[in-house]
């Protein structure tokens, strides 16, 4: 772990040119005085950093030093930056480990390349913590013991056994067999299988996890794209799911299937209005969902939402009714 350190401390230094003490352990997330060890390590081990006293100073290294990496070129570069601006590590606790990398992606780049390099990546921004209306796209927080557990599981393919609180249920433990981890819109999920079936468990609701020393039964190799795709499915076609007939304004419709779980059917009617038939998790949601389109959509199915809908909307008409 020191050696990642280390290591990362000479990059920074290489890039910044001169940081201060106080901006290391910063960047590093140490403590002042670890850093003040490590800089004499790096001097005994013959890395020529020196000190500059004063108001600006810092430590830096001699002109013209350079670490032993490998070199990429631009397009290696570029893709691994980009790719590193993503928030799936830090959904997995690697965010650390992704800044320690990024730093030595750049450092690798020939001179004349690094700039570019790092300046192409800033003109691409991916998954950003807010859209367009605003909205606040809030990460699941999952404490760092447990998802160190669980990565320790799924890396060396031991059985994991986990205190899990399902939705509606009393928190149980479980022994699963991990196969790998998943991250979708900022939230993690652990893909298993637990007495040979299928499951799916969402890690902000492990509340702890301990990797056991028996070897976890599972292939060898696994198409994680694959496995979630039918496990999508399965979960947007199978259970009590509130299947539901809507015509609507074509322009509507994203916002529509957006919020349902499948889109079963869909046609286009004599006067250019949609007819899809979609489902939703359960009766709420498929209310909340159609509320939210107002007069741009009409539930023509099932008559129990057609009814719920329309005492809804006279309750609300009745609050902001002309008072006499």
């Known amino acids: 772990m020191r050696a990642d350190r280390l290591v990362s401390l000479v990059l920074l230094l290489r890039q910044h040119g001169r940081l201060s003490a106080a901006a290391l352990a910063r960047e590093l997330e140490v403590s002042t005085r670890t850093v003040l060890r490590d800089i004499e390590a790096l001097s005994t081990a013959g890395v020529p950093v020196y000190a500059e006293r004063g108001r600006h100073g810092g430590f830096a290294l001699l002109p013209g030093f350079r670490s032993e990496l490998t070199g990429l070129n631009p397009d290696e570069a570029l893709a691994l930056l980009v790719a590193g601006s993503r928030r799936g590590a830090q959904v997995f606790g ?13 450092d690798a780049l020939p001179e004349s390349y690094r700039d570019t390099a790092a300046g192409a990546a800033g003109r691409l921004l991916i998954d950003p913590k807010t ?4 909205r606040r796209l809030v990460a699941e927080e999952v404490p760092d ?9 799924v890396f060396a393919g031991h059985k994991l056994r986990i205190h899990y609180a399902a939705v509606d249920q009393t928190p ?62 399965r979960f947007r076609t199978g259970g009590d799911q509130v299947p539901v007939l809507v015509r609507m304004d074509p322009a509507r419709r ?14 286009t009617d004599a006067e250019g209005r949609l007819r899809l038939e979609v489902t939703f998790q359960d009766p709420r949601h498929a209310e909340w969902a159609l ?29 902001y009714g002309v008072s006499s």
């Open 254 to 267: 994203e916002d529509l299937v957006g919020t349902a779980l499948a889109v079963l059917t869909e046609e």
């Open 145 to 153: 013991a447990i998802v160190a557990e669980v990565l320790r599981a």
């Open 291 to 319: 509320w939210q389109l107002s007069t741009n959509a009409e539930a023509l199915a099932p008559q129990w939402l057609r009814t719920s809908l329309r005492d809804r909307a006279a309750a609300v008409a009745a609050r």
């Open 131 to 134: 859209d367009l209306l605003s």
């Open 94 to 106: 690697l965010g650390s480990a992704l800044a320690s990398a990024m730093l030595k992606v750049v």
């Open 172 to 233: 149980k433990w479980r022994t699963v067999d991990p196969i790998g981890l998943v991250t979708v819109r900022d939230c993690g999920y652990l893909l298993a299988t637990r007495s040979g079936a299928d499951r799916t468990y969402r890690l902000s609701r492990v509340l702890a996890a301990e990797e056991l020393a028996e070897p976890a039964q599972r292939p060898d190799r696994v198409d994680l794209d694959r496995a979630w795709q039918e496990r999508s499915t």
